[in-house]
């Protein structure tokens, strides 16, 4: 089936870094890819709709300005932590529709740890 | 905004026995996908109901959408220690390819 990719799998920084994570549909094109938040023990939150060669429409309580998204191009999304703080530590998953199988895949993940 | 909720939170059954998570949304569905998650790891999908009233099963698995298509569940016979993992439902609303995921059922079984 599809494949997404994210990398990187584990990501350790510093309190004031910032950190890119990159989702990739791997066999198929996707015009919007999804970028959702899990934090230990809870379910997957979405934070914002990734839209190829537009802006990117954010969910209510999630700042823009703290998480950019980039959809460069239609296999690639990518999303950056900046100034990131120990509370941003979480799991952020990526997903891609595929709109020809009319579901979605998720990447593998990316644990983020800032210390 | 949409919410979708999952009952039990938790459940810890002995091998063996039947497993049941249900899922309820706050408005109108156009389909709902169900995951299963290991711990560490990332959700993989299971299944994805778009008619109402419909019925699948893989296996000893069993899903089912609402006629109203605003609720679902997920039945397991038999559980394995393989069955170990968080059950999460995610429902698509009309007009959108936005998921959003339910809470979620922790599934814990007892050799």
């Known amino acids: 089936g599809a494949v997404v990719s994210q990398h990187p799998s584990r990501v350790i920084c510093k309190s004031g870094t910032s950190v890119k994570i990159e989702c990739r549909s791997l066999d198929f094109q996707a015009t919007t890819m999804f970028w959702y938040r899990q934090f230990p023990k809870q379910s997957l939150m979405l934070m914002a709709t990734?839209?190829?060669?537009?802006?990117?429409?954010?969910e209510q309580g999630v700042e823009k300005d703290k998480f950019l998204i980039n959809h460069a191009s239609l296999t690639l999304s990518t999303l950056t932590v900046t100034s990131a703080h120990p509370e941003d530590s979480s799991f952020y998953i990526c997903?891609?529709?595929?709109?020809?199988?009319?579901?979605?895949?998720f990447g593998p993940g990316t644990r983020l740890t800032v210390l | 905004g949409q919410q979708v909720m999952q009952i039990p939170q938790y459940q810890h059954v002995q091998e063996g026995e039947d497993f049941t998570t249900y899922c309820n949304s706050s408005?109108?569905?156009?389909?709902i996908q169900w995951y299963k998650q290991r711990p560490g790891g990332h959700p993989v999908f299971l299944i994805q109901l778009v008619k109402s009233g419909e019925v699948k099963k893989q296996k000893r698995l069993t899903f089912q959408f609402g006629e109203a298509k605003k609720n679902s569940s997920l039945h397991i016979t038999a559980t394995q220690t393989t069955d170990v993992g968080t059950y999460f439902c995610a429902g698509r609303g009309s007009g959108t390819y936005k998921y959003i995921f339910g809470t979620g059922t922790r599934l814990k079984v007892l050799a």
């Open positions: 990734s839209n190829e060669g537009s802006k990117a429409t954010y």
């Open positions: 408005t109108t569905l156009s389909n």
């Open positions: 997903s891609a529709p595929d709109n020809a199988a009319d579901t979605q895949y």
